[in-house]
Structure formats: structure tokens, C-alpha cells
């Protein structure tokens, strides 16, 4: 059949959708291919030493073991998906244990909610032992506080020097920082000055090396100009110091409403990552500061508050897609029982029980909060103290574990009908949830919650997960 327009016509329509779509992936490149850590850890520089990360493992441990010495004690302290048929009598949860060593994946067809909670607990522990922490964030602002000019040289310069010793003996988390202080009035100079301090004695210290996945944070920005502004002193002490072109990378803090949308109106998130002229690799969530920016008063300060959800969405909204990461807010409830005992002092069983309950009640609502960050879309948060550590890591197991057998089983239907329409069990899935299940595979394996075998057991390649695209999988497998 003869086609209506011609040749050179139809050549003009396609030149303007190739303008435009070279246009839109210059803003929008896609997610970031490397490894986002599941969490910050942030602790005040005058605490910070080269071996942060594996001290604050041994605490976590000590907690874990204290206060949840069996997988049955923490799943049931969490909530976690049908934890409360899990047995409390040591003999039955011996024998249930022995099976679980012997052949887990036997105990998984008939007892999942055992098998997951004993999977997640030793994958807690194996990580807590290895590798506890995954970014650390060494902080001259909320955790640190106002201190005199002095003190706060001394500690700048000190951070630098626990940074450099623990670059010379591979100690460090695998993503590490600083928070600087505002760009306000009130601490503009301080915090350049405590930037400056550190990022010259590192350099003198490691002969201008960084170390792996260093980043500035700024927080509470409020303009572009703040961001910019960081960069131009990124971007002089670079040159002055020696450090690579552009190793300086920042991130910045979403906390207040102005944050958000600016006094024209406009949606300020995409302005202040423009402002940072590509050094920006993530925006992080502040959720205490922005709701007493929006005058929410300190008994609904809450992490799951909808105003907080609101900020969230308007951040994700604006950098989906474009290689910016973004991280959610702390827990400030913290899991310390109120009894302390002495060097020569021992609690009572009573103490012993309150300690366990406050701790466990703290547990539970930082878990709820990541659980309600993961359905959220959000990866990544903060933690503020180790006991808060066993937490973070198994929330983030139970989220994927608990729904993998279901998207394998949706994903390798999909893939294997070349994303035709499925109906798996009663749920219904079309080419828009194609990506999302892709999309759950690829986040779980990024916190290492799913394993390479797992996902290959879906029917999806090596080659077809780096593409990240559920689209041209398809339209690859369809050309076939």
C-alpha cells in the first residue's frame, strides 16, 4: 500500500524526535550503574578514628547478642512477615535450627517464615562482622555541634589525619566523608575554614590521594548559589592542593520547605544539582529539619509523617533518571536501655527485661521506618548509632528475600512470553511492571540481599541485567 507522506517529510519528522530525545538523555542518563550504600553512618569529628567502622561492628554485635541472641527473639522483636509462628522453646527451636543447617532450602518450602528469619539473622551477623558499615560520614555539623574556633581547627585536622592512617591500612568504610556546617550567615566562614583544614592536611598527609568514594556533604541548602558556591571551593582547593580534576565530589541536603519549592514557585531540587555543575552524585532527605521547617510540632516529627512523604516524592520525582542518588532520613529514637552497668556492677533480671524491651521497641520502628523507605523507592538512609546497624541490614534483607520467589517466578513468565500480558497466581502483569520487577532485582543485588545465581534463575542474562532496560530486553529477545 502506498504511504501518504514522503520520503523527505517523514526524514524531518524523525530528525526533530532524535533532537529531542538527544536532548532528553543528556538530562536524563539513566541510573547510576555503581554501588549505592544502603546507609550513612554519621558520628561528630571529634569522635572519628581510623578504626570507626569495625568498632562500631563489635558494638552492634554485642547489642545483637544481648538483646536478640536467637533469630526467633529478632524476628519476632521486628515484625517480620509471620514471625509469630516461630518457636520460643529452646528444644523446638533447637531441632527447628539443625534442620534449618542441615537443609534450609527444605525448611523454606514448608516453613518460610523460619528460613527467612534464620537467613536474615546470619547474614546480619556475617556482615556486622565484615563489613559494618558501608558509608561513614565524619560530621562537623548536628552531631558535632558549635565549638570554639580552636577546637574545631584541632579536630579538622586530626579527622584528616585517622582519614589518611586509615587509607595507609585499608580500614576505611568503602564510601567516606564529611559534613561541613551551612552556607548560612551565621557559619559560612566556619564551615569553609573546617573544609579547607581538613582537605590540606589530608593532602599533605596522603600525597593529594583520596579516599575511595570521598564526598563533601552540605547541608541545609536553601539556593543554588550555596551549591555553587561549595563547588568554586571544591574546585581552588583541587587545583591549589593537587587532588585529581573533579575527584571532589558533594552532596547535598534536602531539609527545609525552600528546599523544595523556592519563592517563584518553582521546584528548587533540579536547580541546586544544576548549580553543582555535575559534582553532585547525591541529594539526601533531611526529615527532622524540613518538618520543623513546615512548623510540624516535635510529637509528630515523624519519619513516616506525610509531609515527609510529600519532599520525598518531589525529590525522587525530580532526579529519576538522572545518575543522582537519593537517601532518606534517620531513626532518632536510639536503642539504649536505661539501665548502665558498672565495671563491678550486674542488672537485674528486671533490668535486664526493661533494657531488652526499650531496645526492642527502638528496633521496631527504625525497621518500620526502612521498610516504609524501601516502598517508598528510597535505598539508602541514615544511622546514628551501632545498635541501630543489625537493623538497617535486615531490613533490607527481609524486603527482598521475602518477596523474591514471587518476582522470579513473575519476571521469568514475563521474559519467557517476550512481555505478552501474564497472569501469575491473581496477579496481573503488563510491559509497565516489567521494569519494576527488573528493577527489584537489580536493587538487591546492589545491597547483596539477592545473588547473581538467584537472579539468573529468572531466565534474565548477565548482559540483559547490565542493560537496566526492561524495554530493550524485550526488544532484543523479540528480534530473535
Partial sequence: MKLTLTHDEMNAYCSELHDSNAAFNIHYPADSFHRQPVHTVYGGAN???????????????????????????????????????LPTDPTELANLTRALETNPELVRETKQAAWLAYTVYNRVVKKLQTEPIEDNRIDFEDGYGNRPDEEEDAHAIAAADEVAKGMSENILSPFIGIRIKTFSDECKVRSIRTLDLFL????????????????????KVNTPTQVSTCVKVLEKLEAK????????????????????????GENTVPLLVAAAGGRCRSAIFGTYDYTASCNITAAHQKHTHPACDFARHVMQVSLAGTGITISDGATTSMPIGPHKAGKDDVLTSQQRYENRMVVH??????????????????????????????????????????????????????????????????TFDDAATGQGLLNFFLRGMACGA?????????GITLDELRSRSFVRIVNNRTKK
Fill in 47 to 85: 569522635l572519628f578514628k581510623a578504626g570507626f567502622s569495625a568498632k562500631l561492628g563489635e558494638v552492634a554485635l554485642k547489642t545483637l547478642e544481648t538483646h536478640a541472641p536467637t533469630y526467633s527473639v529478632f524476628a519476632r522483636a521486628l515484625g517480620m512477615p509471620r514471625a509469630d509462628t
Fill in 200 to 219: 590540606t592536611r589530608l593532602a599533605e598527609k596522603t600525597g593529594s590521594k583520596l579516599p575511595n568514594h570521598f564526598i563533601v556533604t552540605l547541608p
Fill in 241 to 264: 592542593l593537587g587532588f585529581a580534576k573533579d575527584s571532589l565530589k558533594m552532596e547535598i541536603m534536602i531539609e527545609t520547605t525552600q528546599s523544595i519549592i523556592n519563592h517563584k
Fill in 361 to 426: 521497641g527502638a528496633w521496631k520502628l527504625h525497621y518500620d521506618n526502612i521498610v516504609h523507605s524501601l516502598a517508598h523507592g528510597y535505598y539508602q538512609g541514615w544511622d546514628l548509632n551501632p545498635g541501630q546497624l543489625p537493623i538497617r541490614y535486615a531490613a533490607m534483607d527481609a524486603f527482598f528475600l521475602s518477596g523474591l520467589q514471587d518476582a522470579s517466578a513473575r519476571l521469568n513468565a514475563f521474559l519467557n512470553k517476550a512481555a505478552q500480558a501474564t497472569l501469575v497466581g491473581n
Fill in 450 to 458: 539477592i545473588t547473581e545465581q538467584e537472579v539468573l534463575a529468572t
